[in-house]
């Protein structure tokens, strides 16, 4: 078989950080393998003598994750989240990739791909197993050459072995698993470490292993934001990608969970608010027949937003919830965040909007052109029912927004917030009636400022301004 890449030909091919977070189904994976090579470390050939800093985890590089030893990759692995076992074809470009990769011995002794669910035709591996996948046509132009030159090639069989697909050749860590199943294969890994360490008994109770998987989950995200961040400030020249060795692992193993850090609350914030993402997708997709996500409107919003570091997503937060102001972490800050009604609203809006999604200053921002009036979406929506309590409820609106200091620093670049259901002609001007407001400054004292003539706009009305110029 001709080997038709190199692997620095083909390493920065695979790279889809700005879709890929902790909280995803693809984080979860790394993160159980990891655990599970540690609690197994035979699997990996380790040594006793030798240390757990020469083992890496390496977050999407070359592939979805991939072990390494130094620099040697051990193994690579493809995650494919699809709620579908029945279309073998979705998994082409999957498979391939990895026969591809395998082929380049300095790659890789193994490669494997994980699945959501059983892939109905590939169960089993039968002598059948090999034609299954030579039938298969991958869409990507490179797949699709190295294919043509792969399926009669005398070396296709040898090097087909080296990838799995089934839960009885990895002889180890499930190769499916169930979205509500990855959890608990997790904790079960955290729970077999501190038991095999032979910790305090605390730590195995099912509450603390909740609080440390969330923490480690936190912990990877951040660690994807990083380096998105470094992609886009670096040239590939310059670009080094930054692994987790399982040193690193064992440290976070180790940590004291007891009390939680602002880092656990901000990733229980983002991972609730990716779930309200999930669903509305999933239940627009069953509305509008199967969805393309790469065509889809709020993929820009998913490759904007989920990268943003921790204290800029709570800012962003504070800007499409205007009116909670968020004083610590958890309890009432928490709740008041994840009102699942307004943003599945806002998700609405943004998919009915024909403009592309951009952040500005940690806020999504349409610019009416006719004359540059910024519109910023919100969950914003009238929460009381009965009508009679309409002008009430503005008002207490207008000074929950004009009380907010993060908010209110941002206000002056803002036109229009956009709402599900309410329209406020003048944000200041319901306050009262000079449209100003007093707020506390730094120094402890009282300042009036002058606002400027903000207005809340229905999403409708809002749309048709953005969409009919």
């Not at 790279?15 to 693809?26: H, I, K, L, V």
């Not at 590089?61 to 074809?89: M, R, T």
């Not at 409107?297 to 937003?305: G, H, P, S």
Request: aromatic fraction near 12%; charge should be negative.
């Amino acid at each position: 078989m001709k080997t038709i890449e190199t692997k620095s030909e083909i390493q920065l091919e695979h790279d889809a950080t700005p879709s890929w977070n902790g909280f995803n189904y693809q984080g979860k994976v790394a993160l159980y393998v990891t655990l599970y090579l540690l609690n197994h470390p035979y699997l990996i050939s380790k040594t006793d003598e030798e240390k757990w800093d020469m083992y890496y985890l390496e977050i999407e590089f070359l592939e979805d994750f991939s072990i390494k030893k130094g620099d040697k990759y051990h193994s690579i692995h493809q995650v494919k989240a699809y709620k579908d076992g029945e279309n073998l074809s979705k998994y082409s470009n999957a498979i391939w990739g990895l026969i591809r990769k395998s082929e380049i011995k300095s790659i890789s002794d193994k490669a494997y791909l994980h699945t959501l669910l059983p892939i109905t035709e590939l169960k089993e591996r039968t002598n059948q197993s090999a034609s299954i996948i030579k039938n298969l046509n991958p869409s990507n132009d490179r797949l699709k050459l190295y294919r043509e030159q792969s399926i009669y090639s005398e070396d296709f069989e040898t090097i087909f072995k080296k990838v799995a697909f089934y839960d009885d050749m990895s002889q180890s860590y499930e190769l499916y698993c169930e979205l509500n199943q990855i959890e608990g294969l997790i904790k079960k890994q955290i729970k077999k470490f501190y038991e095999n360490s032979q910790y305090e008994g605390y730590l195995t109770a099912d509450d603390y292993l909740t609080k440390v998987y969330i923490n480690m989950l936190a912990f990877i995200d951040k660690h994807v934001s990083d380096r998105h961040q470094h992609i886009l400030e670096t040239s590939i020249d310059e670009r080094a990608i930054p692994s987790i060795s399982f040193e690193k692992i064992i440290e976070l193993l180790n940590k004291d969970y007891s009390k939680p850090e602002k880092g656990y609350w901000i990733f229980l914030l983002k991972n609730q608010i990716t779930k309200m993402l999930d669903d509305y997708c999933f239940y627009c997709a069953e509305s509008n027949g199967e969805c393309d996500r790469n065509s889809c409107r709020l993929n820009n919003y998913i490759k904007k937003v989920h990268v943003l570091k921790e204290l800029d997503y709570l800012d962003f937060l504070s800007n499409v919830n205007p009116r909670c102001i968020i004083e610590e972490l958890g309890g009432d800050s928490y709740t008041n965040l994840v009102q699942r009604t307004g943003y599945y609203k806002m998700f609405d809006f943004l998919m009915r909007v024909k403009q592309i999604v951009e952040l500005n200053r940690n806020r999504i921002i349409f610019i009416k052109n006719k004359n540059k009036e910024q519109f910023v979406p919100t969950t914003l929506f009238y929460e009381q029912d009965d009508e009679k309590n309409r002008d009430t409820e503005k008002r207490m609106i207008a000074k929950a927004i004009l009380r907010n200091t993060v908010v209110i620093n941002n206000l002056y670049e803002v036109d229009t917030m956009v709402s599900h259901n309410i329209n406020i002609e003048y944000l200041g001007k319901i306050v009262n009636d000079i449209g100003q407001i007093e707020m506390s400054v730094d120094e402890g004292e009282n300042k009036i400022i002058e606002m400027k003539k903000i207005r809340i706009l229905d999403k409708n009305q809002a749309e048709g301004e953005l969409n009919n110029e």
